[in-house]
Every structure is written in structure tokens, then in C-alpha cells.
């Protein structure tokens, strides 16, 4: 079964940046969309960028401008650049492919995101 470990959260100011590190065990290489989501308090996991096998990028307008995602497939590597930081970027943040595996019942544990005001 495939397995997806997220890393590179922390704890930042706002305008601070990270950047999310995502393995996925099996190749990536065939997976067209590989994304990021991201789920805060109370609220529905949503997807904020994603990017094809070719390397299209997507992104939520609430991320446009400042979130960059990337891929080495050679390393099964998902990455997000996020600059500029945000309070309500705080959330959970996930990689998977886009639709997710298992219809959405599958995820790994995530990395948390905490911006500071």
C-alpha cells in the first residue's frame, strides 16, 4: 500500500516561509495530478495547489502568488514553497494524488503549519 509522509511544518511568524516535503513510497512518475491540502480547525480538507506529471501548476486563489508547488519524481518527491505566511494558512497540511487515493480515505499524518500574527 502506498505511503505518504509529509514533513517541514513548524512554527513562523506572519510573512514567514516554509517548505513542505512530501515522500511518497511508490512511484510517482505515472501519477498525472499530485497535490497539496490542507485542513484547518473546523473546517473541510481543501486542495491548494496541485501539479501535473509535465509540471502545470494550479492553485487556490487564496494561496496564488505566494505557495509554489514542485515535484522530482526521480526522488517520489512532492514539494510546497510557501512565502508570505499568513495566519489563516495555520492548518494541517497533506499531500496526496488528485482525486486522493481511496476516494479521500486515505491520508497520511500530515505536517502542521502554525502562523503567528
Known amino acids: 500500500q502506498v505511503q505518504l509522509v509529509e514533513s517541514g511544518g513548524g512554527f513562523v511568524q506572519a510573512g514567514g516561509s516554509l517548505r513542505l516535503s512530501c515522500v511518497v513510497s511508490?512511484?510517482?512518475?505515472?501519477?498525472?495530478?499530485m497535490g497539496w491540502y490542507r485542513q484547518a480547525p473546523g473546517k473541510q480538507r481543501e486542495l491548494v495547489a496541485n501539479?501535473?506529471?509535465?509540471?502545470?501548476?494550479n492553485y487556490a486563489d487564496s494561496v496564488k502568488g505566494r505557495f509554489t508547488i514542485s515535484r522530482t519524481n526521480a526522488k517520489n518527491t512532492v514539494y510546497l514553497q510557501m512565502n508570505s505566511l499568513k495566519p489563516e494558512d495555520t492548518a494541517v497540511y497533506y499531500c496526496n494524488k488528485v482525486p486522493p487515493y481511496g476516494g479521500g480515505s486515505y491520508w497520511g499524518q500530515g505536517t502542521q503549519v502554525t502562523v503567528s500574527s
Open positions: 501539479i501535473t506529471s509535465g509540471g502545470s501548476t
Open positions: 511508490g512511484s510517482i512518475f505515472r501519477i498525472n495530478f
